[in-house]
């Protein structure tokens, strides 16, 4: 077996967790259709969600005193679909965008033969984007929707699967307890929509973090080129230095691989100066290894705007979205069943959370009231005042 396949395998290994998951999922669903005392059925999910759609569109306006977009539609998207999805929210520079796609649908796929082609025809790619498409996918069972380009998607093999999987293991009589979990079933669809009707609204954040991301993958492509065409010596000599684990000579592209993704900014940056580095306005790097690698430290310098940027967009995204569900649906007694019945929490423990976003959007709202939403929209936080939430209010 060549390199190319060792780290297509290595790839789908790293997402054993998640395939064994769906897998397990399958497994229970078919378990339930094989009890025939398992007579109950669950609304279809399209039309369920298409009721709950305008009832959250409604409370969103409210909220935030800002329209759910018209054009934004439902959709609903199985799971290799939903992996493909996350590919394209990957938002690689445009000469990259194929080869993303590729690499997702064959990752979804688990076509070990297409990714070792893919790694084989450009590695720099597929060093970059493979840590992508393990973070990204990774996450998908935990997933129950998504937004991109004025369409909100659904997980429906994760949210069709759960309360036929809850209300079985649950046991007999199924009748007496099917309005319990079907309430739950019901939250979990008014959260979802309702977090991703936020995201519908966000459109200059939106804008702002893809040009941001387009940004640190394009750094990233540029390291990875660096790093692949060091000499063995160096090579070898940053592996010792860097401590890494011993790779033979015969796979030189495993060497490399190592050192890129140890020297990746995502990863190198942030484990040596700490999450704080989010704030900095300049980094610093270990001499030898800047004598090593000369173009290091200006890479580096250049991946620290971007990657601000996009922290502190999407965590403001995020917590918006946080937000407004806590608030609108805090008394919503499906809410509270998806909770206690889906989530294994409840609401006071759902509530006391703590996210930087969340946790900013709060204070932001707690001065601004309604307007904060369109206030966030247009003025977004650095990442200094996403920590400090007094400094973005001085400002706005």
């Not at 010792?240 to 691989?257: G, H, K, N, S, T």
């Amino acid at each position: 077996m060549g390199e190319y396949e060792e780290f297509a395998l290595a790839l789908i290994d790293q997402l054993s967790v998640e395939i064994n998951e769906e897998r397990e999922i399958t497994a229970q669903i078919s378990k339930v259709g094989q009890d025939q005392a398992f007579k109950v059925r669950f609304e279809e999910i399209d039309l369920l969600a298409n009721k709950i759609f305008p009832v959250m569109a409604q409370k969103v306006l409210d909220f935030t005193g800002i329209s759910v977009p018209s054009e934004t539609k439902i959709e609903l998207l199985d799971l290799v679909e939903l992996k493909n999805l996350k590919g394209k929210k990957v938002f690689p520079p445009s000469e990259s965008v194929s080869f993303v796609d590729e690499l997702f649908t064959n990752v979804a796929l688990e076509k070990i033969d297409a990714i070792a082609d893919l790694a084989k025809r450009d590695t720099v790619k597929f060093l970059v984007y493979s840590t992508y498409a393990k973070s990204y996918i990774s996450k998908i069972s935990t997933t129950y929707g998504d937004y991109l380009d004025s369409r909100i998607f659904l997980n429906k093999f994760v949210l069709s699967s759960y309360p036929q999987i809850i209300l079985h293991k649950q046991g007999q009589p199924y009748e007496e307890k099917f309005d319990y979990v079907n309430s739950g079933y019901v939250g979990a669809l008014k959260m979802t929509i309702l977090e991703e009707q936020i995201h519908a609204i966000q459109t200059n954040l939106h804008a702002i973090n893809r040009k941001a991301l387009v940004e640190v993958n394009e750094i990233n492509e540029e390291l990875a080129r660096i790093i692949l065409a060091l000499d063995d010596t160096t090579i070898t000599k940053l592996s010792e230095y860097l401590q890494l684990p011993e790779v033979p000579e015969e796979f030189p592209l495993a060497r490399r691989a190592n050192l890129f993704f140890v020297l990746n900014p995502d990863t190198f940056i942030v484990r040596v100066l700490g999450p704080d580095v989010m704030t900095y306005t300049k980094v610093t790097i270990d001499p030898k290894i800047s004598e090593m690698i000369p173009q290091l430290l200006d890479i580096y310098q250049r991946w620290l705007k971007p990657i601000q940027i996009h922290h502190a967009a999407f965590s403001t995204m995020e917590g918006m979205a946080e937000f407004a569900v806590q608030n609108i649906l805090k008394d919503d007694k499906d809410f509270q069943n998806y909770l206690i019945n889906y989530a294994h929490t409840d609401i006071t423990a759902y509530q006391i959370r703590k996210s930087m976003g969340k946790d900013f959007t709060e204070a932001i709202f707690s001065k601004h009231g309604s307007d904060t939403y369109r206030i966030l929209i247009n003025n977004p936080p650095t990442t200094r005042e996403l920590k400090n939430p007094n400094i973005y209010l001085q400002r706005v």
